[in-house]
């Protein structure tokens, strides 16, 4: 079982930035990748970025160019850098981890989210 915590959303002006946090405990060796998605209200939940632990990467079209994902190599943390935020990246942003055995995914696991808003 693996558990993810996220930390470092709050209220920015547009344009600004914001840094997020995720820290990863418990069965980290079978994550295969690792992410974030938010959800806006009355919107669905929509992939960010995810990063695999080959370091390939896969960003939403709204997050090239203007978000960045890190990770580090122990696979226990990862970060989002958010810049240039407009009003419609308002959302709860969820950290996600996958477990994946023999070459499948087996496991999925949520945090319970970080507020992000932007506005004036």
């Known amino acids: 079982q693996v558990q993810v915590v996220e930390s470092g959303g709050g209220l920015v002006q547009p344009g600004g930035s914001l840094r997020l946090s995720c820290r990863i405990s418990?069965?980290?060796?079978?994550?295969?990748?690792l992410g974030w998605y938010r959800q806006a209200p009355g919107a669905q939940r929509e992939l960010v970025v995810t990063?695999?632990?080959?370091?390939?990467?896969n960003y939403a079209d709204f997050a090239k160019g203007r978000f960045t994902i890190s990770r580090d190599d122990a696979k226990t943390a990862i970060s989002l850098q958010m810049n240039s935020l407009k009003p419609e990246d308002t959302a709860l942003y969820y950290c996600?981890?996958?477990?994946?055995?023999?070459?499948?995914?087996?496991?999925?696991?949520w945090g319970q989210g970080t507020q992000v808003t932007v506005s004036s």
């Open positions: 990063i695999s632990s080959r370091n390939a990467t």
């Open positions: 996600h981890a996958e477990e994946w055995k023999n070459g499948h995914p087996f496991s999925v696991s």
């Open positions: 418990g069965s980290i060796d079978s994550i295969y990748y």
